[in-house]
């Protein structure tokens, strides 16, 4: 379903980033098929519970995979960016490993939309956060994992009522 599937009253998020039509588009298209590269990526890995290492990183070419299928795809050319940099993080430690405002604004949307829905939904090895502790750890990450913008972004349209009700797109 993609990384915006339960994020909470996300069309008045994005609007909030002041994103034209075909932005918006182009960043639901990419949200939907962010991980699209992960079919060219072993199980194991992939199940894999807890963080992955630096090495283990390196061998994840789900990004790059992801970007490439949708190049040979034949979508639009400005979707590829966001599938292949929203493992990236502000302060260089995502991967692959650049840093800040070369990161795409849609890749940044995408990877703590990404973010929201691995902590509030149930995982093999742990049950979903509640949404305070997810609210904390946005906000501890912001300016580190997240695009400080678009942490502030998101918590400011957040309705906590509307969590687990609403769609992202």
């Known amino acids: 379903k993609g ?3 339960r994020l909470p009253n996300a069309r008045r998020s994005l609007v909030s980033f002041r994103l034209s039509q075909e932005a918006l588009q182009i960043l639901h298209k990419g949200a939907l ?3 699209i590269g992960k079919v060219g990526i072993r199980d194991g890995l992939l199940m894999k519970p807890g963080k992955l290492t630096r090495d283990a990183l390196n061998g994840l070419e789900a990004p790059e995979i992801g970007a490439e299928i949708i190049a040979l795809e034949g979508s639009s050319p400005l979707i590829a960016p966001l599938i292949l940099r929203h493992h ?5 430690t995502g991967y692959p490993w650049i840093k800040g405002i070369n990161i795409p604004l849609g890749a940044g949307i995408i990877a703590a939309a990404d973010a929201f829905e691995a902590m509030t939904a149930d995982r093999i090895y742990r049950q979903a956060y509640p949404i305070e502790r997810v609210i904390k750890k946005l906000k501890q990450n912001s300016g580190s994992q997240f695009a400080g913008e678009i942490v502030a972004t998101f918590l400011d349209v957040m309705d906590n009522s509307l969590l687990s009700k609403q769609r992202f797109l």
């Open 3 to 5: 990384a915006f599937h």
């Open 33 to 35: 098929l962010y991980d």
């Open 88 to 92: 990236e993080r502000p302060d260089g």
